[in-house]
């Protein structure tokens, strides 16, 4: 049943992407610090879930964890704008500190590899100190203008992984490696959000990097969102830098540096594929809660008489399950199915006297909303059943997600099939524009080429603007 | 064997202490940010062992995990500096944003208690709406003059934990529970560091609270370092912020809140209580690698059959214990050895050729440096002896620290006798004076009241001070 709290997304997408993240209580506006957010703390479960996950993977893959400052001297900042063209952030300045002016302002931090470049530069003698294979975890902020929950906040929480390698070829390894067996395995296996992935290109690249990949996700409106990127920033920030080492036959070299980030952006992905017009709809394997539990009983006798049974029932969840009972004695049921279905909560099951009696519960999951999503099951092996289904939601979410993806892509040959397909989602065409005709198709459409698929047909066309031929594909959407 | 790059204690205990933290690669001085440090792999990697075993316990005490804004309205820290007396922390202000200037500047978070109150203010409504048990972990920034890598910075990170409720019973509950159930028992139990529980005098407790408590540690100098503090706000921060709920009698209240905190200050304190002059010693539960194994071989022959035997051996390890396997060929036994003693690894083990054809390996114990801790043992139930090695330490690390603390403490009824005492120690002595008393003492002495131990003697003595008679008893000692 639709709620009234809840602007459909036929009605109104951007409204109903705000009035699910105020609903499912995961962030609020902080209205008086300009631009940032306060992520409650269903919202901020959600987050820890996603970061031991990718923690995990970024571990798994040799890393290890550092902090740095917070702070960044300003002339690190200035020194990098000159040298990268294009980046230029808003940034936030600290000119004051124990009451004092100070000589030279810092920057709050909008990414890190300013400071880090520094330090590394001092640490990296030689090739027996490489590769150096670092992460944070850290807030970052960036004066945005316009900003929305999850997806564009003043300060934001992300990971910022910073690598420095002997050779092109091993950066090159470690770019890919980060956006296959970290981003693109985390996104799609926790998240259940099918993403391609593939190149930037000249004009979409990280300004300064040799090559950017991403991974890119739709959103149900049709438009992507860049869920992950990888930099392969070959030596040009270790020019800058002075990141150099001295190889095995004793000359000195600029090192090759990687970057790349996933931020709590991610969560405003989570929300705008899998959630619908009742909430919050959340992968299992990120679900804060995953089993509710909502006890049903009139009087004292059957509370006892439900309890012991709800109990025994969630005795063997311990370890297996996130799960809750909904205990609370001042709201009814209908008030606590409402309120997790607007979290999110991918398995409710519901107790009474009669269930009871008769050994069974009532399931309903979150995914399939209404009587079709609910059905009468046995006590016995509640525990399986429920662990098999959380699989099931899981890979079910994936395939819905993905179907979607492929139902509003469409390969486009002309420029006017290409402005009417961005209206419905992805258009994949052939491409051998440059960054001038690029440009010109973002302001004649606001599309943007999100990205070159890394698999590619392997077949000859003829680019969707410009007519030459070119066996190389690219993705045009609008994008979050 | 006592190491050249390593201060013995004995000649400088301050110095002995900044070598450990560079030669253990725990963290490193950032020099560029004023007062900063740059967290290494080590020292992140314990302080996320740390926090994780913390998180745990704040988690299964009730409580959520949230994320407020990193920037406060500077109105709201001159509000609360109006409002407490004595509130006057040293900050860094952002005054400049997005290129301009702004009408009112932002502080980086000294502590969260102000915008915390705001919205608490905002969110609590009604009895129902308590209590509020949020806790976040974050990094917040003092502009601190002396500065000491984990001691003091300006940048450091922490857990703070702010919760509201409806009667001055459960705050002070709450408070007694954090102390107790999270502080003491992780500090006691994960990091192996006795603590004595106990009260803040109206001297030393934070500014506008009703009561501070804290646990107390010595370090070998005899100092004493604050652990942990947990606070009875009273109502004091709720007027200030006005935070008012509408209790079951329909009368507008002002909630009862606490706070809470620990901080990276606690690697610090796990140094200087357990470390010695070879580098660092890690309780067996915070060490990010309890076990490492050094393959000793002189060519490829050697060198494969000891591989093999390491590979056999440390199969069952992966899940039980937390290792590695220290394969570089770039390093020479004895520079491994040294290094790993230097970082803390609570184990060594040896494996040459001759260890394979008798089927035994050489164990070495952190603990105990030198020939004293290292013992020849079958690879038969390795792994068993090993997790049985590893709990031994952790309770023999307890029990050393234990020992010391109480050889360092003493009785003291004369105010000569405490001067004398705390030069050695914790000086143990009844208590009648007041905030004058303890201040001439500070000013004299440089020893503060630690606290007033939750455990008192229940007998009655003179007063150390003033010759009062007071069942009371405090402890004195000098302090990080």
Redesign the interface.
């Known amino acids: 049943m639709p709620k009234e709290v809840i602007t459909q997304r036929s009605v109104d997408y951007n409204q109903w992407y705000l009035d699910i993240v105020r609903e499912a209580d995961l962030a609020?506006v902080?209205e008086?610090?300009?631009g940032?957010?306060?992520?409650?703390?269903h919202g901020?479960?959600i987050w820890?879930l996603m970061q031991r996950a990718l923690d995990d993977r970024i571990k798994a893959t040799g890393h290890?964890?550092?902090?740095?400052?917070?702070?960044?001297?300003k002339s690190?900042i200035m020194k990098e704008a000159e040298h990268v063209e294009g980046f230029a952030p808003?940034?936030?300045?600290?000119?004051?500190?124990?009451?004092e002016e100070l000589a030279e302002?810092?920057i709050?931090r909008p990414t890190s590899e300013t400071?880090i470049g520094?330090?590394y530069s001092k640490w990296i003698r030689s090739y027996?100190d490489l590769p150096l294979l670092?992460n944070q975890w850290?807030?970052v902020?960036r004066?945005e203008?316009r900003t929305r929950p999850f997806l564009r906040t003043a300060?934001f929480?992300w990971q910022e992984g910073h690598t420095a390698h002997a050779t092109e070829a091993e950066a090159e390894e470690e770019t890919l490696r980060i956006l296959h067996d970290v981003y693109a395995d985390f996104v799609e296996k926790e998240m259940a959000v099918p993403v391609i992935r593939g190149l930037k290109t000249e004009k979409e690249k990280f300004p300064g990097a040799l090559r950017s990949y991403c991974i890119e996700a739709m959103m149900q409106d049709g438009r992507a969102l860049q869920a992950g990127t990888s930099h392969n920033l070959g030596q040009n920030f270790a020019r800058a830098f002075d990141i150099t080492f001295t190889d095995q036959n004793n000359t000195i070299q600029y090192a090759w540096t990687t970057s790349w980030g996933v931020s709590t952006r991610l969560i405003g992905a989570l929300i705008m594929t899998h959630s619908d017009d009742e909430g919050l709809v959340l992968p299992p394997r990120l679900a804060p809660i995953q089993v509710v539990v909502v006890p049903i009983y009139k009087n004292d006798e059957e509370r006892s008489l439900v309890m012991a049974a709800v109990e025994q029932m969630t005795a063997a969840w311990k370890g297996r399950l996130r799960f809750k009972v909904d205990d609370r004695d001042?709201y009814s049921p209908g008030y606590k199915f409402n309120e997790w279905e607007l979290k999110g909560v991918p398995v409710r099951i519901e107790v009474g006297p009669k269930d009871v009696a008769k050994e069974t519960v009532a399931l309903a999951r979150r995914d399939i909303p209404g009587k079709a999503g609910k059905s009468f099951v046995p006590q016995a092996g509640l525990t399986e059943r429920i662990e098999a289904l959380l699989n099931e939601m899981q890979t079910a979410l994936f395939q819905r997600a993905l179907a979607f993806r492929e139902a509003h892509t469409a390969d486009v040959t002309s420029y006017d099939e290409l402005k009417e397909q961005i209206e419905r989602g992805f258009a994949r065409a052939y491409w051998a524009g440059d960054t001038a005709d690029e440009k010109r198709i973002q302001e004649e459409t606001r599309a943007t080429i999100r990205c070159i698929p890394l698999e590619q047909p392997g077949s000859v066309g003829r680019c969707v603007y410009t007519g030459r031929e070119t066996d190389r594909q690219v993705i045009f959407a609008r994008a979050y």
């Open positions: 609020e902080a008086v610090v300009r940032c957010i306060v992520v409650k703390a901020w479960a820890e290890a964890n550092v902090q740095f400052p917070l702070l960044i001297p690190f808003e940034v936030a300045e600290v000119t004051r500190a124990g009451g302002p810092y709050i400071i520094y330090f027996r670092y850290a807030n902020m004066w203008m300060e929480w001042n």
